[in-house]
């Protein structure tokens, strides 16, 4: 499975755009990128995953470069609730086995 | 649908005792995995199972023991714990191998 590289934290301004970037440069070409976040230390949410389209859902919306090396994701209007870790994560739709969180980017959002 | 429901959500163990998390889901989905989490870390996939009757091992399966018996229970044995195995212990499930996993709020164990 392909790696993932995501910078340990960022901040953002409640109600501006929070881009969250994630770099996957090993990324084979069936392997999706999908997107967790985990508030505080509650099980993980599922936010979003795409192939090599950008989707957007009632969420947030996920960008994937053309050459699917690396991925945003956008979440449009941030609250104080968006504070969380947020997990990058590539893999085969069929290889559940590597299904595997790295360190993921802390989002504080500030006031 | 309650989702994913683990149990307990706190335990306490001392060296060398065994026990058993419990998992329950009832989304009728056929893949449930165990995960655990370090403090400051991602989650580590402990097992995995994709319908009753059928586990394998994940990334960090030493010291654990699951079984699948039915689809909604997935629980996790731990015999003869450890001080390496406080964290907190996850559950999750999906519908199909490649769609969202609903993950249970966690079991914090301490093994002191």
């Known amino acids: 499975d392909a790696k993932t590289t995501q910078p340990p934290s960022m901040d953002c301004a409640e109600g501006r755009a929070a881009n969250l970037p994630c770099n996957h440069s090993?990324?084979?070409?069936?392997?999706?990128v999908y997107w967790y976040r985990q508030i505080h230390s509650q099980g993980p949410q599922y936010i979003i995953h795409?192939?090599?389209n950008n989707e957007t859902n009632e969420m947030a919306s996920l960008i994937i470069t053309e050459d699917r090396k690396s991925s945003t994701l956008i979440l449009p209007h941030a609250t104080l609730r968006d504070t969380a870790v947020y997990y990058c994560?590539?893999?085969?739709?069929?290889?559940?086995?590597?299904?595997?969180f790295g360190s993921g980017t802390k989002l504080n959002v500030k006031p | 649908n309650a989702g994913v429901t683990q149990t307990p959500k706190f335990r306490i163990l001392k060296i060398g005792q065994s026990m058993t998390l419990q998992c329950a889901q009832d989304m009728n989905h056929n893949y449930m995995y165990w995960y655990r989490q370090d403090p400051g870390m991602g989650l580590k996939l402990i097992y995995y199972s994709v319908g009753a009757g059928i586990t394998d091992k994940g990334e960090v399966p030493n010291g654990y023991n699951v079984s699948r018996s039915t689809t909604e229970d997935f629980p996790l044995r731990l015999e003869l714990a450890a001080p390496s195995q406080t964290s907190v212990y996850f559950c999750?499930?999906?519908?199909?191998?490649?769609?969202?996993?609903?993950f249970g709020q966690g079991t914090r164990l301490t093994v002191v």
């Open positions: 999750a499930s999906t519908k199909l191998i490649g769609t969202e996993a609903f």
């Open positions: 994560i590539v893999r085969a739709a069929d290889n559940f086995n590597k299904f595997y």
């Open positions: 795409g192939l090599k």
């Open positions: 090993t990324i084979s070409g069936n392997e999706y």
